[in-house]
T-cell receptor, first 112, second 115 residues
Framework: QKEVEQNSGPLSVPEGAIASLNCTYS??????FFWYRQYSGKSPELIMS????GDKEDGRFTAQLNKASQYVSLLIRDSQPSDSATYLC????????????FGTGTRLTVIP | GAGVSQSPRYKVAKRGQDVALRCDPI?????LFWYQQALGQGPEFLTY????????KSGLPSDRFFAERPEGSVSTLKIQRTQQEDSAVYLC?????????????FGEGSWLTVV
């Protein structure tokens, strides 16, 4: 049984600061990792995917993967109030499949 | 349409009623998923279709839940004899292909409240 653990928060950061969201996973065989953003009352949307150890940057977002320690993190630089949402970490339920197993999500609030 | 479309958006059912939730995936998408999301939780997998074939229904919580995708496009999730614990958002998602590199796109969800 796969497990994906996230701190449910809420995490509050001031506008302009760096928000750091963390996720640990139980299956050492997991190869793909995804971060979804979900605004209140809306559907999840993919913001980052990462497959290799190290950092992957996309604009203000950086995903970091450490397979040895089994954690994946998401950094949001220059946080904006519009980044306030729940961030969901997900891994494929089976190797190679695109059915995802989600964590419970971390609620982020960016304070103006 | 451009995205995954779900209907109804909101449904209030009396305990014991049957409900049917519809999903219209992005045109041409092979994979279709149903997830259940309770308040404050992440989405939980219910079932997966590849075209019209239901390849995985391991997440369906009971035999009151049934899903179909008879022509490989539109899908319906049916819940019989609804119970209060069925109250949740039911999310449909689709992707173009079947591997882990394919982005999954979610619909806005059907919000079910059982009273």
């Amino acid at each position: 049984q796969k497990e994906v653990e996230q701190n449910s928060g809420p995490l509050s950061v001031p506008e302009g600061a760096i928000a750091s969201l963390n996720c640990t996973y139980s299956d050492r065989g997991s190869q793909s990792f995804f971060w979804y953003r979900q605004y209140s009352g809306k559907s999840p949307e993919l913001i980052m995917s990462i497959y290799s150890n190290g950092d992957k940057e996309d604009g203000r977002f950086t995903a970091q993967l450490n397979k040895a320690s089994q954690y994946v993190s998401l950094l949001i630089r220059d946080s904006q109030p519009s980044d306030s949402a729940t961030y969901l970490c997900a891994v494929p339920a089976q190797t190679g499949a695109n059915n995802l197993f989600f964590g419970t999500g971390t609620r982020l609030t960016v304070i103006p | 349409g451009a995205g995954v479309s779900q209907s109804p958006r909101y449904k209030v059912a009396k305990r014991g009623q049957d409900v049917a939730l519809r999903c219209d995936p992005i045109s041409g998408h092979v994979s279709l998923f149903w997830y259940q999301q309770a308040l404050g939780q992440g989405p939980e997998f219910l079932t997966y279709f590849q075209n019209e074939a239901q390849l995985d229904k391991s997440g369906l919580p009971s035999d009151r839940f049934f899903a179909e995708r008879p022509e490989g496009s539109v899908s319906t999730l049916k819940i019989q004899r609804t119970q209060q614990e069925d109250s949740a958002v039911y999310l449909c998602a689709s992707s173009l292909g079947t591997g882990s590199g394919n982005t999954i796109y979610f619909g806005e969800g059907s919000w079910l409240t059982v009273v």
